[in-house]
C-alpha cells in the first residue's frame, strides 16, 4: 500500500456521514433506501450479461421515458451495517435486484464482483472527498476507480470520486411491472380493511390505451375476467358510500367489480387505476383517474388516491380527493406487490407434444413448427425430433421451442390455464393442449443412428431394403461385380458392411434453450475388403478409387427402419427394374441389423509371438531389421533364442476409423547388459521398403506414428498386420515376408499367428498356455487347441446340428451359413460366422 495511507485513516476517523444532491443529510447506515452511486455522468450498476458483474453505466439511461424498474433496480444500492474499527466508519453496500453485497475478487487485476455471502473483503469506506474504498482492515484499502477502459480497483489513495444520487420518488408502473413480468399479480395491502375487495385475488392489469390516461391501468380478477354473458367485468369505484363523519368529496366512496358503462352514469374512468412507486424504498400509492361525482362538480378530472379511513373501531379502504393543499383525507394504506397463483404445467422442464385446442380447421393438429402443423392422423412419437417441444420452465414463465426446426412459441412468458379443457393452456393466442413425451434430453443424436466405438470395432451390419412395392417383400443386397443389387431372398453372398464415422453436425434441436441434436455420417464399407460405397451413374458399387457416398441413418420411430440420407438430400432406394441400388429423392427405408463380425482384433497388452510359416517375428539385434526366423537361427556370434521372439504387443490409448491400434516392440538388443530402451516395428520404406524396429523417444507421441499396427482379421483364421501411417497415405499398410525378411506390400499376403509368449526376463511370470479359437470362414469355421475334446454345434435359436470329437489342435469343420454357437467340452461356447 503506499505511504499516504496512515495520514487517510486518521482524515476518515471523523467522517460519520455523507451528503447527498437532497435537501436533508441522511447518516448512513441509518436508512434502508436504496440510492444511485454516480461518478460524473455515469453510475455503479449491474451487467446485463452477467448478473455478478459490477460495471458502469450511462446514468443518463436509468432516467428515461423507456427504462424498467427492474432495469432502474439494478443501478440502486442500499447502504447499510455501519460498523467502526480504529475510528473509520465502514459499510455493506447491497445491490437492489439482487439483494446481494458489493465485493471484489483477487486476481491479476482486481475486479468488483456481487457476492451473497457477507465474509470476504466487501466493506467500503466513503471519504471526505466522496472516494469509495474498499477497506481490509487497519489502514489497509483499495480505491474504486472509473476510467475509459471500465470499473476497477486500484492500490492508490484517490480513486474516483463518488456521490449518492436520490431515485425517483414518483415512478409509474406499467401493466407488465406491476407483475414484475408476470400479468398476474396480487395487492397485498400492510393491514385488514374493509371493503378491500382485492384482497387474495390473482389480478390482471392491461394498460389503458389513451394519450390522456398514460400510465394507467386496468384492473380484472383471473378466472372471472366476464359474466356469462361474455360482458367483461373490471375493478373500480362505486357509486355506493360508507357514511364518515366529516367526509369531503369522494372520501367514504366504495369499490366494486362491475362492468363498464358507457351511457347512464359512464364509469369508464371509475375503472382506471394508477401504481406510483417510490424507487428508494419501493413504497406504493394507489390512484383512481377520476370518482363519480356530479357533472358540474369542481372536482371532475381531480384524480382520487386509495386510502384508508377509520371508522366505528373499523379502517375502511376507501379513495380521496386532493384539497387546495395536496392534501388527502384518510391515512396512505401499505400496500405491496406480490406473485400472483400462476398457471404451471405438471410435468415441468421437458419434451412434449402440442396438439392445438382451437375450434377451428387445425383444430386436434399436432404443431411441428411455430406455424405449420403435421398433416393428417400424424402423430409425434419420442424417438424422432418431428412433432416434438421443448418446454423449459423458469420461476413461473415458460419458453416453447420445437425440436426439429428451433422455432419458438413463447420465450420466458407466463401462460393461462383455459378452463375445462385439462393440461391445455394460452401460449400468448393459441389454447394448446400439452402432452408430456417420455423423451430422452440427453440423447444428442435422437432420431438418428449413433454407434459407438466399440460397436464399429465389433459388429458387421446387415442392410435390407424395405419394399415400397404391393405385392414386394423386403430385398437382401449382395454384390456383383462390384455393384450393389438386390434380391427377394436370403443369398449367401449377402453383403456385409462396416460403417466409419466421418463426420458429425448439428441438425436439430431446441437451439434456443441450448438443445442440441446432432446426426454422424457414415462411410459404408465391404466387411472383407477395402471398398466403399460410392456413385455408379444410376447405381451403387463398391470402390477402392472412385469417391465414398456419405450416409446419414435417419431412424423412423421405430429406431429399426432407418433412411439413408446423403449430404446433398437424397436417399437410397431400389429401382426394381434393374434390382440394384440408386439415389433417389423419395424417402426410403432400410432395416437396420448388426451381427457379431470383428475385422480387427483386440488384445490385452502382453508379450506375444507373430508366427508366419513356423518362423517368428524378430529384430536383428545388429541390423535392426525385422526377419522371420526360428530358434536356433544364426546371429553374429550367437543363434536366435526363445527371448529374441518374444514381442511385446501394446495397445494405444485411442480408435481409430474404429479399430485397436498397437505398439509391437523387443527389448533384445546387441549388449552384454539389460537394456530400458525398446525397439517398435516400424513400416520404413528404405532398403527395398523393408520393415524395421526403430529406437525413438517420442515414437509414441509423435503425429502418424510409423509404429502404430492393427491386426487385421483374416477369414480363414490369422491376422494381417496393418500399419496405420502408410494406410493413411495409401502406401504399403502391410507386413510381407520375402526371403526371411518383413517387407512392406500394399497388398497382404504373410498371415500371422499370435501366440502368447512369456515374458524374457526370468522372473516374470509366464502367461497361460494358448486358449481355444473359433475363427468363421465360408461355408465352413476352424478350430484350433482343441485336440481331443468333444464340440456341439448349434443355430441362433439354440437348436443342436451335430456333435463331433476334434482329432487334433487344428480342425476344420464344415456348416451351413449364418451364427453359429460352438460349445467346448470342458471350455466355454462360441459364437461365430459362417459365410
Not at 456521514?17 to 436533508?24: G, I, L, P, R, V
Not at 407483475?179 to 400492510?190: D, E, I, M
Not at 356530479?294 to 366505528?312: F, N, R, T
Not at 451364427?819 to 459365410?835: H, L, M, R
Request: charged share 20%.
Amino acid at each position: 500500500m503506499n505511504k499516504k495511507s496512515t495520514l487517510l485513516a486518521v482524515a476518515l476517523m471523523t467522517m460519520g456521514s455523507f451528503t447527498m444532491n437532497a435537501e436533508e443529510p441522511v447518516k448512513l447506515g441509518a436508512t434502508d433506501d436504496f440510492y444511485y452511486l454516480k461518478v460524473g455522468d455515469k453510475c455503479l450498476s449491474l451487467d446485463g450479461n452477467k448478473s455478478d458483474s459490477v460495471i458502469v453505466k450511462p446514468y443518463s439511461e436509468f432516467v428515461t421515458e423507456n427504462a424498467t424498474k427492474s432495469v432502474i433496480d439494478s443501478a440502486l444500492w442500499q447502504i447499510v451495517d455501519k460498523q467502526t474499527e480504529l475510528g473509520i466508519n465502514t459499510y455493506l453496500i447491497r445491490n437492489k435486484a439482487t439483494l446481494q453485497y458489493l465485493a471484489f475478487a483477487p486476481g491479476e487485476k482486481l475486479v468488483p464482483v456481487l457476492n451473497t455471502s457477507i465474509s470476504g473483503v466487501k466493506r467500503w469506506v466513503f471519504t471526505d472527498g466522496s472516494d469509495l474504498k474498499a477497506y481490509y482492515g487497519g489502514s489497509t484499502y483499495l480505491s474504486l476507480s472509473v476510467t475509459e477502459e471500465g470499473l476497477s480497483l486500484v492500490d492508490n489513495e484517490e480513486g474516483s470520486p463518488f456521490k449518492v444520487e436520490i431515485p425517483s420518488p414518483e415512478f409509474v408502473l406499467t401493466a407488465k411491472q406491476l407483475g414484475a413480468g408476470f400479468q398476474t399479480f396480487r395487492l397485498k395491502f400492510g393491514d385488514t380493511y374493509e371493503g378491500n375487495i382485492f384482497e387474495g385475488k390473482d389480478l390482471l392489469a392491461k394498460d389503458v390505451v389513451a394519450t390522456d390516461k398514460e400510465g394507467y391501468v386496468t384492473l380484472q380478477v383471473k378466472g372471472d375476467e366476464s359474466y356469462p354473458n361474455g360482458v367483461v367485468k373490471y375493478f373500480g369505484v362505486d357509486t355506493l358510500k360508507t357514511s364518515i363523519a366529516g367526509a369531503k368529496d369522494a372520501f367514504g366512496y366504495k369499490f366494486s367489480l362491475d362492468s363498464t358503462r358507457t351511457v347512464q352514469k359512464p364509469n369508464a374512468a371509475w375503472q382506471q387505476f394508477k401504481f406510483v412507486i417510490d424507487l428508494k424504498n419501493d413504497s406504493l400509492s394507489m390512484f383512481v383517474a377520476e370518482t363519480p361525482v356530479a357533472a358540474e362538480s369542481p372536482l371532475v378530472g381531480k384524480i382520487a388516491k386509495v386510502v384508508v379511513a377509520g371508522v366505528d373501531n373499523k379502517n375502511i379502504l376507501t379513495v380521496s380527493l386532493p384539497d387546495e393543499k395536496g392534501e388527502y383525507q384518510g391515512a396512505a394504506p401499505s400496500i405491496a406487490l406480490t406473485k400472483g397463483s400462476h398457471a404451471t404445467i405438471p410435468g415441468g422442464t421437458g419434451v412434449y407434444a402440442l396438439k392445438s385446442a382451437s375450434k377451428g380447421v387445425n383444430g386436434g393438429k399436432y404443431y411441428v413448427s411455430a406455424n405449420s402443423f403435421m398433416g393428417g392422423d400424424t402423430i409425434p412419437y419420442k424417438e424422432v425430433p418431428r412433432g416434438q417441444w421443448y418446454i423449459k420452465a423458469n420461476g413461473g414463465k415458460y419458453s416453447v421451442v420445437d425440436r426439429e426446426s428451433n422455432s419458438a412459441l413463447i420465450m420466458n412468458q407466463e401462460i393461462f390455464e383455459v378452463k375445462g379443457q385439462k393440461d391445455t393452456y394460452l401460449f400468448g393466442n393459441d389454447s394448446i393442449t400439452v402432452i408430456e413425451l417420455a423423451a430422452d434430453l440427453t440423447d444428442k443424436y435422437l432420431g438418428s443412428l449413433a454407434l459407438t466405438e466399440q460397436e464399429l470395432v465389433d459388429k458387421g451390419f446387415l442392410l435390407n431394403p424395405i419394399s415400397g412395392t404391393s405385392g414386394v417383400g423386403d430385398m437382401y443386397i449382395y454384390t456383383n461385380d462390384s455393384i450393389l443389387q438386390v434380391i427377394a431372398k436370403t443369398t449367401e453372398n449377402e453383403a456385409i458392411f462396416k460403417l466409419i464415422p466421418v463426420d458429425t453436425n448439428v441438425v436439430a434441436g431446441a437451439r434456443q434453450l441450448g438443445d442440441e441434436i446432432s446426426v454422424i455420417s457414415y462411410e459404408l464399407r465391404a466387411l472383407y475388403n477395402p471398398g466403399k460405397v460410392a456413385k455408379q451413374s444410376d447405381s451403387l458399387k463398391f470402390s477402392t478409387t472412385d469417391p465414398a457416398v456419405s450416409f446419414q441413418f435417419i431412424s423412423d420411430h421405430t429406431r429399426q427402419s432407418y433412411a439413408l440420407k446423403t449430404d446433398g438430400g437424397l436417399y437410397v432406394g431400389v429401382n426394381l427394374n434393374a434390382a440394384c441400388l440408386q439415389l433417389t429423392k423419395d424417402v426410403a427405408y432400410v432395416n437396420f441389423s448388426s451381427i457379431d463380425a470383428p475385422e480387427y482384433a483386440s488384445f490385452a497388452n502382453g508379450h506375444k509371438r507373430l508366427v508366419y510359416n513356423n518362423n517368428s517375428l524378430v529384430m536383428n539385434p545388429n541390423t535392426f531389421l525385422a526377419e522371420t526366423r526360428i530358434e536356433g537361427n544364426e546371429i553374429t556370434k550367437a543363434g536366435y533364442e526363445k527371448d529374441n521372439f518374444s514381442l511385446w504387443v501394446e495397445q494405444a490409448t485411442e480408435l481409430v476409423d474404429g479399430k485397436h491400434l498397437y505398439y509391437i516392440s523387443s527389448g533384445m538388443v546387441n549388449t552384454n547388459g539389460a537394456d530400458d530402451n525398446r525397439y517398435y516395428l516400424a513400416a520404413k520404406d528404405t532398403l527395398g521398403g523393408r520393415a524395421v524396429f526403430m529406437y525413438n523417444d517420442t515414437i509414441k507421441t509423435m503425429k502418424n506414428s510409423p509404429a502404430l499396427f492393427a491386426f487385421k482379421t483374416v477369414e480363414g483364421g490369422g491376422y494381417y498386420l496393418e500399419n496405420q501411417s502408410e494406410l493413411s497415405k495409401n502406401g504399403k499398410p502391410y507386413i510381407g515376408v520375402t526371403n526371411g525378411f518383413a517387407v512392406m506390400q500394399e497388398v497382404p499376403t504373410a498371415v500371422f499367428e499370435v501366440e502368447n509368449a512369456p515374458a524374457p526376463v526370468a522372473n516374470e511370470e509366464i502367461e497361460a498356455p494358448t486358449a481355444v479359437q473359433i475363427i468363421g470362414g465360408v461355408g465352413e469355421f476352424s478350430i484350433r487347441n482343441a485336440g481331443g475334446k468333444r464340440i456341439t454345434i448349434s443355430n441362433i435359436l439354440g437348436q443342436k446340428i451335430g456333435t463331433q470329437m476334434v482329432s487334433s489342435d487344428y480342425v476344420t469343420v464344415q456348416t451351413a451359413r449364418g451364427v453359429v454357437i460352438v460349445s467346448v467340452e470342458g471350455d466355454k461356447a462360441y459364437k461365430v460366422i459362417v459365410k
